[in-house]
């Protein structure tokens, strides 16, 4: 059974500081794995996916991730961040043939001044 | 860029009452889903629909819960009657073909059941 693990519910960065948002996924077969971001009373926006291509995906908003089967992990990343960062991130992983899109508890970023 | 729409974006009902919260996927998509959100905690699966039927559903979607889609537009989640813990943010979200692809999803509708 796939499932999802983000490690850290609230993580609290500088900004301008390195963000580094973690995801660890369990999946019987090779995974589809994203990462979404909600904003306050909004709902949930794409910022990246990995489909088997490459394994470092670039999203939106300057968010990358790396894909590394090795470690069964999806971490997201972006160098430098923004006060408009402040959000909360969730990983999510499908399975091919199950249409079923199971997401972890989510991480809540806070950017300090 | 095509959005879900969802209707309400909020309601308060009585415990024990009947709820129906509507979405109107985007036009050209096949697959339907309703997600939950209670306060604080992670966005769980209750329920996805394809060709007209549910293709799977979660331990939380129970006789209480039904889907439906009336017309070809609208997508609808019931709860026959609501409890105090069916209060939560639900998310529907559509996807057009393939699992590789971006789950479109709702604003929301914030759920109280008081």
């Known amino acids: 059974a796939q499932s999802v693990t983000q490690l850290g519910s609230h993580v609290s960065v500088s900004e301008g500081a390195l963000v580094l948002l973690r995801c660890n996924y369990s999946s019987s077969v090779p995974p589809y794995l994203f990462w979404y971001v909600q904003y306050p009373n909004q709902g949930l926006q794409l910022l990246l996916k990995?489909?088997?291509?490459?394994?470092l995906v670039k999203g939106i908003n300057g968010f990358e991730a790396e894909f590394k089967k090795s470690e069964t992990s999806f971490h997201l990343t972006k160098p430098s961040a923004h006060m408009s960062d402040a959000a909360e991130y969730f990983c999510?992983?499908?399975?091919?043939?199950?249409?079923?899109?199971?997401f972890g508890t989510g991480t809540r970023l806070k950017v300090l001044a | 860029e095509p959005e879900v729409t969802q209707t309400p974006s909020h309601q308060v009902t009585q415990m024990g009452q009947e709820v129906i919260l509507r979405c109107v996927p985007i036009?050209?998509?096949?697959?339907f889903y309703w997600y939950r959100q209670i306060l604080g905690q992670k966005v769980e699966f209750l329920v996805s629909f394809y060709n007209n039927e549910i293709s799977e559903k979660s331990e939380i979607f129970d006789d209480q819960f039904s889907v439906e889609r009336p017309d070809g537009s609208n997508f609808t989640l019931k709860i026959r009657s609501t409890k105090l813990e069916d209060s939560a943010m639900y998310f529907c979200?559509?996807?057009?073909?393939?699992?590789?692809?971006?789950?479109?999803f709702g604003s929301g509708t914030q759920l109280s059941v008081l």
């Open positions: 036009s050209n998509h096949l697959y």
């Open positions: 990995y489909t088997s291509a490459a394994t």
């Open positions: 999510a992983v499908s399975e091919s043939g199950t249409y079923k899109y199971i």
């Open positions: 979200a559509s996807l057009r073909q393939a699992t590789n692809e971006k789950l479109f």
